[in-house]
C-alpha cells in the first residue's frame, strides 16, 4: 500500500472536550496508518517526495462509530406504534422471524452496511438474526464490504412468538461456532458479540450462561437496558429479586469493560455508579428515544463522569444511519430537556463531535487504533466537501459545518487507507 499525504482542513478530537484543527492540514498515512497530522507546511519538509493527494476544499474527519444498530430492522424505519413495547410485538418481532431465510438476510446485510458506509460509518456494533445461518451470511458480506464490525447473533428464549424462541444451551452452542468463525476475522475487522437482546426476552438460565461465555471468551457483550418507562415497570415484574434493572446484568456477570448498553435512559445514581466502577459503556440513540417516545437521556449529567458513552442510530427505531445526524439529535434533544426542565446544559460542538468519533472508539474498547489522527492509528476517515460558500478558519466553524450541514457533503469514506466508498 502506497504512501501519501492527504492535503485539506482537518478535523479531530484529542479528548472529550479537545479537539485539534488544521485549516491546511497534512494527514501523512502509510500501509494503511497514520504516520503524521500536523499543518501541511510542517508535514511536507517532513515527508518531501511522498505524493500529495490534493483534497484542498474539503474537511477531514476520522471515520464515525455507531454503537448500537439492529441490521434486521432496516426495512421497520418508519413502522411506527405507541411504544417500545408494542412496536417490539406488531412490527419487529414479525420482521425478525423472515430472516430464517438466509438469502433474505444477505440481501439485507448488503442494504445495510452499504448505507453504514455511505453515512461514513467505519465502524459499527451490530445486533443480527436471531439465527445461526443468516447471522453468519452477515458476517460474510461485512468481510466483503471491508466496514469494521462487532456484532453478534440476537439471543432470546423467552416472551416473544415461538419461531424466534431457542433453549439457552443451543443459542450458547451457536454462539461458540461464530465466534470460532469470525471474531477477530477479516484482519482484525470482524469481532464477535455476545447479544442477549434484553432481560425481558431471556431467561436468568440464558442470562447466566451468557455471562459464563462471557467470562471465558475475550468477546463484547451487548443489550438493552432502562430504555422506557413501560419496559422498567415490566422488567421490575420479572425480575422482583432484584433492586434495579442493572443489577440483573451485573449478578449474570455481563457487566464487563467490553459491554454496550443501549439506551440507559433511566438510571438511577448506584446504577450509573456500578457500569462505571465495571468499565461497562453506554449507547446513547437520541433519534430512537424520540421516536419510540422512550424519553430523553440527561446526556450533559452523564457526560460529567468518567463513563465511557458513544452514539448509536437503532436502526430501525431510529430513521436514519448517520452518526453525523445523531451526534446533531443528542444536541437538539438535549436544549429540548433545558427548556422543559429550565436547567441542565447542553453538549458542546466539540462533545458531540467526540461522542461520534473518539468516544464511539472508547465505547467500544478501539480507542487505542481507532477514533483520532494520532501516530500509528488506523487511517480510517472521512472527506467533507466544504460548500464553496463557507470559510472554515477555525476549529469552532468545522465543528459547526461538520455537525450541521457535514451529512449532506460527503464523497469518501476510507478504511485502512482505502476508499471503500466514494460519491458516484
Not at 468463525?181 to 484482519?187: D, F, K, L, Q, V
Not at 436544549?335 to 441542565?344: A, P
Amino acid at each position: 500500500m502506497t504512501a501519501a499525504i492527504y492535503r485539506c482542513a482537518i478535523l479531530h478530537c484529542r479528548n472529550r472536550q479537545t479537539v485539534e484543527f488544521f485549516s491546511d492540514g497534512g494527514l501523512v498515512v502509510e500501509g494503511g496508518r497514520i504516520r503524521a497530522c500536523d499543518d501541511f507546511a510542517c508535514i511536507e519538509p517532513l515527508f518531501h517526495g511522498l505524493p500529495v493527494v490534493d483534497w484542498r476544499g474539503s474537511v477531514l474527519i476520522p471515520g464515525l462509530v455507531d454503537t448500537h444498530a439492529h441490521l434486521p430492522q432496516l426495512s421497520a424505519i418508519g413502522a411506527e406504534r405507541a411504544d417500545l413495547l408494542d412496536w417490539l410485538q406488531q412490527v419487529i418481532f414479525p420482521l425478525e422471524a423472515r430472516f430464517r431465510d438466509t438469502a433474505f438476510a444477505e440481501r439485507i446485510a448488503e442494504a445495510f452496511l452499504r448505507r453504514a458506509l455511505a453515512s461514513v460509518t467505519t465502524l459499527i456494533a451490530v445486533y443480527g438474526p436471531q439465527y445461526e445461518e443468516a447471522t453468519d451470511a452477515c458476517f460474510r458480506v461485512a468481510a466483503q464490504f471491508g466496514i469494521r464490525a462487532v456484532m453478534g447473533m440476537t439471543l432470546m428464549d423467552s416472551n416473544a412468538p415461538a419461531e424466534l424462541l431457542s433453549e439457552p444451551s443451543a443459542l450458547i452452542a451457536a454462539c461458540k461456532r461464530l465466534i470460532n468463525r469470525w471474531h477477530g476475522a477479516n484482519e482484525g475487522r470482524l469481532f464477535y458479540a455476545l447479544t442477549p437482546r434484553f432481560a425481558g426476552s431471556c431467561s436468568r438460565e440464558l442470562l447466566k450462561q451468557c455471562g459464563q461465555l462471557a467470562a471465558e471468551c475475550p468477546v463484547h457483550v451487548q443489550t438493552h437496558l432502562a430504555e422506557s418507562p413501560g419496559e422498567l415497570a415490566w422488567i421490575a415484574s420479572l425480575f422482583p429479586e432484584h433492586p434495579n434493572y442493572t443489577s440483573i446484568y451485573d449478578r449474570a456477570g455481563l457487566l464487563t469493560e467490553r459491554t454496550i448498553l443501549a439506551h440507559c435512559i433511566y438510571l438511577e445514581p448506584t446504577e450509573l455508579a456500578r457500569i462505571q466502577e465495571q468499565g461497562s459503556a453506554i449507547a446513547h440513540c437520541p433519534a430512537s428515544n424520540i421516536y419510540l417516545r422512550s424519553g430523553i437521556m440527561p446526556l450533559s449529567d452523564y457526560l460529567k463522569l468518567p463513563v465511557k458513552i458513544g452514539l448509536g442510530t437503532d436502526i430501525g427505531a431510529g430513521y436514519h444511519t448517520s452518526i453525523l445526524d445523531e451526534a446533531r439529535y443528542a444536541r437538539e434533544v438535549a436544549k429540548v430537556r433545558q427548556m422543559i426542565h429550565r436547567s441542565g446544559s447542553v453538549p458542546s460542538l466539540a462533545e458531540a463531535f467526540y461522542l461520534a468519533t473518539l468516544g464511539g472508539a472508547e465505547a467500544l474498547g478501539f480507542a487505542d487504533m481507532l477514533g483520532n489522527f494520532s501516530e500509528g492509528k488506523e487511517a480510517d476517515f472521512v472527506r467533507i466537501a466544504i460548500e464553496p460558500y463557507r470559510t472554515i478558519d477555525t476549529a469552532e466553524h468545522a465543528l459547526e459545518y461538520v455537525l450541521y450541514a457535514g451529512t449532506q457533503n460527503v464523497t469518501a469514506t476510507v478504511i485502512a487507507g482505502v476508499e471503500v466508498w466514494q460519491l458516484q
